[in-house]
């Protein structure tokens, strides 16, 4: 017999509580009970991973009102959605980030601490989700929370990658990749949408038929079907009630398991279509810029794709009779040309689905899309063999030759005869092998295109898509990244926060710009104290973990001078090592040299296939090795390479640097947010005039910001008038003996093979310029260690550095993004209660 209404209320009421309520005895009650029932552990039993586990069920527990709210908000037809398409979203670990922007973090720590817990060593024990390579898939990853904390609708739509990139170990000073296995303990922030699922074909060929209104149509008989299905995991926004979804896609078999194959005996047979669906998002392509032309990748960007597009096509038509208002109800970023097939894609599915006239898709494709450049290095620009590509998609090679066709008819119109203009703007580069140009296509196919810093946009309208940028001008804008200041500041750098918020409040958190008011304080000597000391403890947190990690002993009196970010040559690591043998040299030239004693800090991964890259890891490891344990050195100078470099280990770095390093070769770096990240946990930035170094210097003035090297238009200059490495070897004298002392095998054991692919490569071409940046390089980081000895000045950089960064938060890059780009607006989340909530 049922109980009284009231008292199931009341029983309902008193489950709600326990689920969402804040107070420590209820949460710490919370989390033993998600112990026992979701981990089925008892305390005598349980590890830390057990407990983290059991704490983020009950965090999550505290987001699921603000999600269901969020989601059902979305559902109303003059909503309109961002979706951010993207194939990597370099999220991070989410619990730390979690309790900040639902602003229960005390609360937790101390219900944690009161069940004898520490709440940072459960913090620690995440797994972070690696689905991305670098800068692009963290970029996604900002904008995703600044979407939610300004209440923008947003979706971000990706794949789930079962293993991400490769875990970093370092042996014998060489990289070795381990598999990222980051879901094997289960992943608590993810839920599974099975009513979600999908149907992706590949392969085949079309065949036209005529409809029974005799309307000629097109139909794709595909090879193999697979079913794609969603995990989604919320994205919270700073105490806000958003909760926007980032919605990742798995590969499945349409039919996991084929009996009649198992019963002939054919094992592998009755399981091939489900290894083939599963292998789809089996792994994350560890290219960082270079592109690998392998179908698989092909595979996996369609995939997504189509999973996206049919998604957005379901949720559209649950609130409308047709598509008509599909490009008013969704603005889709392509996140740079990875997911750029979905402009074919969203053509197949409106004319040969939906039966749309081919005008009528196009436009709708055209208003819908937008596409982000993020590089302009040649060997990263995607292009497809039409092999390839036809064989794959051979319906999207059928719609992609009508697009080009219509759009050449547009270019012949705008520059009669003009043959060389046709092959330039073509989607289809039929020279010697064809291929499909996807920078093309996306911009073709999308009403926007932005680079990502003011120096790229201008460089992506004057070099690889110029000649589109000459047929349409109106198309192209700028979008200067940015970052997050809740994860890169509040979760990363809680000590300086707290000083921040001390002096100007907390507003600053969500309006970036209110940083500016620190200046009033740089004069203040006992506040310039107060912010030498925070940095002081948290550079002592990261010589702790250095000691403890690699057991070489940092002091945190020296200058940290810190380089992270992927290894690549453009990024330039090798010339900073140039520059510490350099250092080296001086020292043991002259032992009792005035010198500001130095720690330099390296971390970043090598794309596995990149030999030159994984070379200067080796070279970074064997000078740390012999410069660390030269007694001349007497520890002024240390070298560190950090194995595993990631969004957790960024989150202690960035906050412990004194200087960022940001050496790329002028016109390379797009726009870096690394370079973002160090200055505004204070450290000062010596870069050349490259990416987004340039706005961050105009911002910070040009006095706290040192800069060197030559910028574009002199790198031009010296490549045209013929740029011989071998000039600047023989005339600088420090040059010669730094590259010397690497060919002699000094660092190597005696191996004077080792290096010489590097120092060939240097002296025969430098394709970077390093050998033309050198003196101006090693003369800049002579002032930096001038200036590092006088601590008053140098903190009074360091506050102006971090009082004028507020341009280079992500909510700035998302304001410009929904005006200029997606026309959206914020949609304030009022919380229903689904049942009685008093969170
Ligand atoms: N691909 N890609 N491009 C990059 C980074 N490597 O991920 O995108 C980042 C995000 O836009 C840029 O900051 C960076 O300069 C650029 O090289």
């Given at each position: 017999m049922n109980p009284p209404?009231?008292?199931?209320?009341?029983?309902?009421?008193?489950?709600?509580?326990?689920?969402?309520?804040?107070?420590?005895?209820?949460?710490?009650?919370?989390?033993a009970d998600n112990l026992f029932y979701i981990l089925g552990k008892y305390p005598a039993i349980a590890n830390n991973k057990d407990y983290y586990m059991a704490l983020a069920y009950t965090v999550r527990d505290r987001l699921l009102h603000r999600w269901l709210n969020t989601y059902e908000a979305y559902m109303k037809p003059e909503v309109k959605i961002v979706c951010y398409l993207s194939a990597e979203f370099l999220v991070g670990p989410h619990l730390a980030n979690n309790l900040i922007n639902l602003g229960i973090y005390d609360q937790i720590r101390q219900a944690v601490q009161e069940s004898g817990l520490n709440l940072q060593e459960l913090i620690n024990t995440e797994e972070e989700p690696g689905l991305g390579n670098g800068g692009l898939g963290r970029l996604a990853a900002c904008y995703m929370e600044s979407l939610a904390t300004l209440e923008v609708p947003a979706i971000g739509y990706g794949i789930r990658y079962e293993f991400g990139i490769f875990d970093q170990e370092i042996r014998e000073g060489w990289q070795v990749e381990i598999t990222d296995k980051w879901l094997q303990d289960g992943n608590p922030w993810e839920i599974i949408r099975p009513e979600s699922e999908v149907y992706i074909n590949f392969g085949g060929r079309?065949?036209?038929?005529?409809?029974?209104?005799?309307?000629?149509?097109?139909?794709?008989?595909?090879?193999?079907?697979v079913k794609g299905i969603a995990y989604d995991t919320p994205i919270l926004g700073y105490k806000v009630n958003t909760a926007n979804t980032l919605r990742l896609w798995k590969g499945e078999a349409c039919e996991s398991f084929n009996f009649q194959r198992f019963n002939v005996g054919d094992y592998y047979g009755?399981?091939?279509?489900?290894?083939?669906?599963?292998?789809?998002?089996?792994?994350?392509?560890?290219?960082?810029?270079?592109?690998?032309?392998?179908?698989?990748?092909?595979?996996?960007?369609?995939?997504?794709?189509?999973?996206?597009?049919?998604?957005?096509?379901?949720?559209?038509?649950?609130?409308?009779?047709?598509?008509?208002?599909?490009?008013?109800?969704f603005a889709a970023q392509l996140n740079d040309t990875h997911p750029s097939i979905g402009v074919a894609e969203l053509m197949r599915l409106l004319i040969d689905v939906h039966h749309y006239s081919w005008d009528q898709a196009w436009d709708i494709t055209q208003k819908t899309f937008a596409y982000t450049n993020h590089t302009l290095l040649p060997e990263a620009l995607e292009k497809w063999p039409l092999s390839i590509f036809g064989r794959l998609l051979p319906r999207h090679l059928e719609i992609i030759y009508e697009i080009n066709r219509r759009f050449l008819d547009q270019v012949r119109m705008k520059y009669p005869g003009n043959n060389e203009k046709l092959s330039c703007l073509s989607l289809i580069d039929d020279r010697g092998e064809k291929y499909i140009r996807m920078a093309n296509l996306a911009t073709v196919g999308s009403h926007k295109v932005n680079g990502v810093a003011a120096l790229h946009s201008e460089l992506v309208k004057k070099t690889i898509l110029r000649d589109f940028y000459e047929f349409w001008p109106e198309k192209f804008t700028n979008v200067t990244n940015g970052v997050t200041p809740r994860r890169w500041m509040v979760v990363s750098n809680p000590r300086l926060s707290e000083l921040i918020?001390?002096?100007?409040?907390?507003?600053?958190?969500?309006?970036?710009?209110?940083?500016?008011?620190?200046?009033?304080?740089?004069?203040?000597?006992?506040?310039?104290?107060?912010?030498?000391?925070?940095?002081?403890?948290?550079?002592?947190?990261?010589?702790?973990?250095?000691?403890d990690k690699l057991g070489i002993k940092v002091s945190p009196d020296t200058l940290f001078d810190v380089q992270v970010k992927r290894i690549h040559e453009y990024k330039r690591q090798h010339l900073n090592v140039l520059q510490i043998i350099t250092l080296y040299n001086r020292i043991k030239h002259n032992p009792n040299l005035d010198f500001t004693p130095r720690t330099c800090i390296f971390g970043g991964k090598a794309a596995p296939g990149y030999y030159m890259a994984k070379l200067i890891i080796k070279l970074i490891n064997s000078v740390a090795e012999v410069v660390n344990k030269d007694p001349d050195v007497r520890d002024r100078l240390k070298v560190v390479f950090l194995p595993d470099y990631n969004v957790t280990l960024g989150q202690r770095v960035y906050p412990a640097a004194d200087l960022s390093e940001q050496i790329s070769t002028a016109g390379k770096e797009a726009s870096g947010t690394g370079n973002m990240k160090f200055s505004l946990n204070g450290a000062l930035t010596i870069g050349t005039y490259d990416g987004a170094n340039i706005e961050i210097r105009q911002e910070v003035g040009e006095e706290n910001f040192f800069l060197f090297g030559l910028k574009t238009e002199d790198i031009d200059q010296l490549r045209a008038k013929g740029y011989n490495p071998w000039d600047y070897y023989y005339n600088n004298p420090e040059l010669k003996s730094t590259l010397d002392l690497i060919s002699s095998g000094f660092f190597s054991h005696g191996d004077c093979e080792l290096f010489r692919p590097l120092v060939d490569s240097l002296l025969h071409s430098d394709p970077f310029f390093l050998f033309a940046d050198y003196q101006s390089y090693l003369e800049c980081q002579d002032r930096v260690s001038q200036a590092y000895k006088d601590q008053e000045y140098w903190t009074k950089m360091s506050i102006l550095n971090v009082a004028r960064m507020g341009k280079f938060s992500s909510d700035r890059s998302i304001k410009e993004y929904c005006e200029n780009i997606w026309y959206a607006k914020p949609v304030p989340i009022e919380m229903k209660d689904y049942v009685q909530a008093d969170a």
């Open positions: 209404i009231n008292e199931m209320m009341q029983s309902q009421i008193q489950i709600e509580d326990d689920r969402t309520g804040l107070s420590i005895e209820t949460l710490r009650r919370a989390m079309t065949e036209p038929y005529q409809d029974d209104q005799g309307n000629y149509r097109v139909r794709w008989i595909p090879e193999y079907v009755a399981v091939d279509t489900k290894v083939y669906s599963e292998n789809l998002t089996k792994v994350l392509y560890p290219n960082d810029e270079p592109v690998q032309g392998k179908e698989l990748r092909l595979q996996q960007q369609y995939f997504f794709v189509s999973c996206a597009l049919q998604d957005m096509i379901r949720i559209h038509l649950t609130e409308s009779e047709n598509l008509d208002n599909f490009g008013d109800k918020t001390s002096r100007i409040g907390d507003n600053w958190i969500k309006n970036l710009d209110e940083l500016r008011r620190l200046e009033q304080f740089v004069d203040d000597g006992h506040f310039r104290y107060q912010w030498r000391e925070v940095k002081w403890g948290v550079k002592q947190d990261l010589a702790n973990y250095i000691e």
